[in-house]
């Protein structure tokens, strides 16, 4: 599966087809404009923005499919896992927890992330 299949699926998960936008539903108008920005040239990377730009909630529309904490986790388990991979003695005191809190946050993680935390965090 691609990272932007993968990220179409989480949307559906997050419940974005049910949230009311105009123009049909949150997750078709994100459908769009990721379309539209590849019909502009616009590389993957910018697509998959165009494709995520309200998950956060924008101006106008207060709803959010993942709140800001979540960013954060996700971000410092990121971080975590540079000082495990250079550190073993952290994964020997810290790694159920990082392996715990890795299985929730893998839906919104990217294949190289996941490759890295299975990789890092093993028992």
């Known amino acids: 599966m691609s990272t932007d299949e993968d990220v179409r699926a989480w949307l559906r ?3 974005a087809e049910q949230i009311t936008h105009p123009g049909g539903n949150l997750y078709t108008h994100l459908c769009r404009v990721s379309q539209r920005l590849a019909v502009l040239g616009c590389g993957g990377d910018v697509q ?3 494709l995520t730009h309200a998950v956060y909630g924008t101006d106008g529309f207060d709803l ?3 709140d800001w904490a979540d960013r954060a986790v996700l971000r410092d388990l990121v971080n975590e896992l540079d000082v ?3 550190d073993p003695t952290v994964a020997d005191r810290h790694g159920a927890y990082f392996r715990d809190v890795f299985v929730s946050w893998a839906p919104l993680a990217s294949a190289q992330v996941i490759r890295d935390a299975q990789r ?3 028992p």
């Open 120 to 122: 890092v965090l093993r």
């Open 84 to 86: 495990i991979e250079q």
């Open 13 to 15: 998960r997050q419940g």
């Open 48 to 50: 998959a923005a165009g």
């Open 64 to 66: 959010a499919l993942l």
